[in-house]
Structure formats: C-alpha cells, structure tokens
C-alpha cells in the first residue's frame, strides 16, 4: 500500500504547493535574517563575528540530517528492498552535500577572526570534511555506475558506511580535545546560549529547513517521473 | 510476515554494523593521542615518553593576572585548574586572546613546565551572550 500510495501523491505535487512553500521559505528567512543580522546583539566576546553562526550551525544540523536519512533509508533499502527509498536519498544527497560545503566554508570564515587560523586538524572539523567527502562519493556512484541495481546497491554500502561518521561528527566536541568549541545546544542540558541568539537561529534552521524540503519535492519527482518513463521504454 | 530472505539480509546487515562500529571504536581509540588537537597541562605533567622535538599543540585557559607582555614578547601561563605551563610567544596574537579565556599554543616543550609557542590560537567556549548579560553575571561574581 505504502509503496504504491506515496509517489503518486508526490507526483500530483503541483506548481501551486511549491509556490506556496516558496513564498513561506521566504517569509521565514526574511524574519530569521531581519532578526539574526539586526536585532540580535553581538556577542559579548566575538562582537559581530557570531552572525555567521545563523548560517553556520543550521547548515550543519541539516547536513548531518540529511545523510542521518540517507543512511537509514539505505538499510531499509537493502533489507527490504523498497522502491522508492533509493529515490528519496539520491533526491536528498545534493542538498546534505551543499549544507556541508556551506557549514565548512561559513565555518572558516568564522575561525579566521576567532581561532585565528581558516581550518585546523581537529576531531570535528576533519569528520565534517570526511561527511562532505561520502556525500560526494555517494552522488558519484550515482552518477557514474551504469547499472540502476548496482548503482542502488554500491551507493547504500557508501551511506551505511558513511553513518559510522555521524556520532563521530557529533560527540568528536566531547570525546577529544578540539579547537571546535562544544555545542551549546543539547538534549540533555539548558542551552548556554542567550535566548537573544536562539531565536533566530532556530528561525533561521526553519527558513533553510523549509527550502531544503522544497528542493528535495521538486527533485524527488524528477526521480519518480524518470522512474516511469524507464519502466515504460522497458 | 519477513521472509527468510529478508531475515538473512536483516541478520547480515546489523552484524556487518556491529563488526563496523567495533573496529572503528578500536581504530578510535589506538589513534586518540592522534585524534585530540592539543594537549592539556595534565596530560603533559603525566606523560612519560615526552619528546621535545616534537611540535606539540598546548591548550587550557590563560591564567588570570599572568599575561606580561613587552614589546617583543609576551610570556603568559596556561592552566586547567590543576596544572600549569608557562608558554614564551613572539608574534600575532589574535583579538580573543584574553585572561581566563581558552587558548591554545602550537609549539615545542622545553621542559614539562616551559613551552615555547610559534603560534597561539584562541579557543571560543559554547557560550554565547550578548554584553549586557556578561556585565551583569560579572557584577554579580
């Protein structure tokens, strides 16, 4: 039922919904950087430097979050072999990939002024490039493997290796000496960050949550629309 | 419901997991004097086999009242409330740089308690607040 149910209702996925998500995206990051930019104030050591972290920290949360999904959808896409997981994860690995090079970039002009250095070796920096690297492998095992079965299987073994990494991006703050300071946001304890600031970062987590989900609808009926017109050529 | 095949593939895949996340835990942790960025003065003070040719990362919070600068050089103390060293540095010192906040000096040991820096990067803790709420938690201290 599941399997049958799901892309017909993506497909009928008009104009009109993706305008109507366009238009909110826009409201939300239109507030969330009126608000990050503006009314938020700086903070009390890094002074106007800490406005990068708005962009900074929600790249990385959707990044990890992206191939968190990928990961997951690819071991239910070997154990049970469900059509249109593999869809749903080729679909959503261009936006993980560029979160990721968004988080390392927005990350280094950060450190610069901060640290002092663009890019260090440490636990956290590195296992964020290492995630940026399996995005791109897994992308180009997509691209570059002929057959659609071998493709499928090849990119999941990328992607449930490519998992390992992520508690290793998460905990590296707390298992190792890092320059990366620890996260200031955790389930387990209040945030010590000001409410000042976590307002608009989480708005701003929203408005680029919000576009992440655009661009994976309009590409994951791509793949579903190049899904029917292969069976129907077969 | 799950047919055998799908059983066998469930037992083969979490076991292939499984095996995984054991060799990178032991990966891990053979590498960790690798892995972590810098050492704390604790780390050092316990160490043995330390080795003073080797340029090593220092890090801890600058100690209060222990900055002296002049115009070439600039000696200051790094502690982790347990241990200390005393870092010897001349050159750029970035803006964070400041008593009580977290650093880190890249450099060589010239015994356990004395370090020579050829660069110091400041360290930001997970903090974040505007001035107004520094002052007034400072006042209150």
Same mark, same amino acid.
């Given at each position: 039922?599941?399997?049958?149910?799901?892309?017909?209702?993506?497909?009928?996925?008009?104009?009109?919904?993706?305008?109507?998500?366009?238009?909110?995206?826009?409201?939300?990051?239109?507030?969330?950087?009126?608000?990050?930019?503006?009314?938020?104030?700086?903070?009390?050591?890094?002074?106007?430097?800490?406005?990068?972290?708005?962009?900074?920290?929600?790249?990385?949360?959707?990044?990890?979050?992206?191939?968190?999904?990928?990961?997951?959808?690819?071991?239910?896409?070997?154990?049970?072999?469900?059509?249109?997981?593999?869809?749903?994860?080729?679909?959503?690995?261009?936006?993980?990939?560029?979160?990721?090079?968004?988080?390392?970039?927005?990350?280094?002009?950060?450190?610069?002024?901060?640290?002092?250095?663009?890019?260090?070796?440490?636990?956290?920096?590195?296992?964020?490039?290492?995630?940026?690297?399996?995005?791109?492998?897994?992308?180009?095992?997509?691209?570059?493997?002929?057959?659609?079965?071998?493709?499928?299987?090849?990119?999941?073994?990328?992607?449930?290796?490519?998992?390992?990494?992520?508690?290793?991006?998460?905990?590296?703050?707390?298992?190792?000496?890092?320059?990366?300071?620890?996260?200031?946001?955790?389930?387990?304890?209040?945030?010590?960050?000001?409410?000042?600031?976590?307002?608009?970062?989480?708005?701003?987590?929203?408005?680029?949550?919000?576009?992440?989900?655009?661009?994976?609808?309009?590409?994951?009926?791509?793949?579903?629309?190049?899904?029917?017109?292969?069976?129907?050529?077969? | 419901?799950?047919?055998?095949?799908?059983?066998?593939?469930?037992?083969?895949?979490?076991?292939?997991?499984?095996?995984?996340?054991?060799?990178?835990?032991?990966?891990?942790?053979?590498?960790?004097?690798?892995?972590?960025?810098?050492?704390?003065?604790?780390?050092?003070?316990?160490?043995?086999?330390?080795?003073?040719?080797?340029?090593?990362?220092? *890090?801890?919070? /600058?100690?209060?009242?222990?900055?002296? !600068? @002049? &115009? $070439?050089?600039?000696?200051?103390?790094?502690?982790?409330? =347990?241990?200390?060293?005393?870092?010897?540095?001349?050159?750029?010192?970035?803006?964070?740089?400041?008593? *009580?906040?977290? /650093?880190?000096?890249?450099?060589?040991? !010239? @015994? &356990? $308690?004395?370090?020579?820096?050829?660069?110091?990067?400041? =360290?930001?803790?997970?903090?974040?607040?505007?001035?107004?709420?520094?002052?007034?938690?400072?006042?209150?201290?």
């Amino acid at each position: 039922m599941f399997k049958n149910f799901f892309p017909n209702k993506v497909l009928s996925i008009n104009n009109k919904t993706l305008r109507i998500l366009t238009f909110v995206m826009f409201l939300i990051l239109f507030v969330g950087l009126i608000s990050a930019l503006f009314i938020s104030p700086p903070d009390y050591i890094q002074g106007d430097t800490v406005r990068i972290m708005y962009v900074h920290v929600p790249s990385s949360f959707i990044s990890l979050g992206c191939f968190a999904f990928i990961g997951i959808s690819s071991i239910l896409n070997l154990i049970f072999k469900i059509k249109i997981m593999p869809l749903m994860a080729k679909s959503i690995a261009p936006i993980g990939l560029v979160f990721t090079l968004i988080s390392l970039i927005t990350g280094s002009l950060w450190g610069k002024p901060t640290w002092g250095i663009w890019w260090a070796w440490d636990a956290r920096l590195t296992s964020m490039l290492i995630l940026f690297l399996f995005y791109l492998i897994y992308i180009l095992v997509w691209k570059f493997t002929n057959n659609y079965e071998r493709a499928n299987k090849i990119s999941s073994v990328v992607a449930i290796i490519g998992l390992f990494n992520l508690p290793i991006i998460k905990y590296s703050v707390d298992w190792w000496n890092t320059l990366h300071q620890p996260s200031s946001i955790t389930l387990t304890s209040a945030p010590t960050i000001h409410y000042s600031m976590l307002i608009p970062l989480l708005i701003m987590l929203g408005g680029l949550a919000v576009y992440s989900i655009i661009i994976f609808l309009m590409k994951y009926k791509i793949e579903l629309i190049k899904l029917k017109i292969n069976k129907k050529n077969k | 419901m799950l047919t055998k095949r799908v059983k066998l593939r469930i037992y083969y895949l979490f076991f292939f997991i499984f095996v995984g996340a054991i060799v990178i835990f032991f990966v891990l942790k053979s590498l960790n004097e690798n892995v972590v960025y810098f050492f704390s003065p604790s780390d050092i003070y316990n160490k043995t086999n330390i080795s003073l040719n080797k340029k090593i990362r220092v *890090g801890g919070l /600058v100690k209060e009242g222990s900055v002296f !600068k @002049d &115009k $070439k050089k600039i000696n200051f103390t790094i502690t982790d409330l =347990k241990n200390e060293i005393i870092v010897s540095y001349s050159g750029l010192i970035p803006n964070l740089f400041s008593e *009580g906040k977290g /650093v880190i000096a890249e450099g060589k040991l !010239k @015994d &356990k $308690k004395y370090f020579i820096a050829d660069q110091i990067l400041a =360290k930001h803790d997970e903090n974040y607040m505007p001035p107004e709420v520094s002052d007034a938690l400072n006042k209150n201290d």
